[in-house]
């Protein structure tokens, strides 16, 4: 088992969260959804503290937390941008607008930029097919994407402002 090396202030962070949901196994993916939000992320010294406080495994909590792909273990860019690769957003050219992201941010699925502004994912579904195809930029949802919007869209947080409605 590898030395916690976290901050005791995020520490005490996980160790509130996981309180506030009795310290239950039963509550694992309540717990993992809550710290995901504060932290960004969720590193295996991280996933330690909270098999800890859950008294399970840490095998159990990377079990989950590699299952879902909600759930990720590498830092995310200030702005996470998802591209739907649902059945509906495909069709309708899902492909097409993330390659455009990928080309306009210079790097892949998986990657962030080197600015640490800007992540990239694919979904399989985020349950708005009538808008498709769809991306998400943090919670923020843009339906019927083309390519031609792509550089839109990041110009909106390379900016700092979040006011273009695409939907």
Do not use: W
Not at 10 to 23: P, R, Y
Request: aromatic share 8%; with cysteine.
């Amino acid at each position: 088992m590898t030395k916690i090396k976290l901050a005791e202030k995020t520490i005490e962070l996980i160790k509130s969260v996981c309180t506030q949901f009795g310290n239950k196994e039963s509550e694992l993916i309540n717990v993992l959804h809550q710290i995901q939000s504060k932290l960004g992320y969720l590193p295996a010294e991280v996933q330690e503290v909270i098999a800890a406080e859950l008294n399970m495994s840490v095998a159990k909590v990377y079990g989950v937390v590699t299952f879902y792909s909600f759930f990720t273990m590498l830092p995310q860019g200030e702005h996470p941008i998802s591209i739907c690769m649902g059945t509906a957003c495909y069709v309708r050219g899902g492909e097409k607008v993330l390659h455009e992201f990928k080309r306009h941010l210079g790097i892949e699925v998986g990657q962030t930029t080197a600015d640490g502004k800007f992540s990239l994912s694919c979904l399989r579904c985020v349950g708005a097919c009538g808008l498709a195809p769809v991306v998400l930029v943090g919670e923020k949802v843009y339906g019927r994407v083309s390519p031609q919007q792509v550089s839109k869209i990041i110009a909106e947080y390379q900016e700092g402002c979040v006011n273009v409605q695409t939907a």
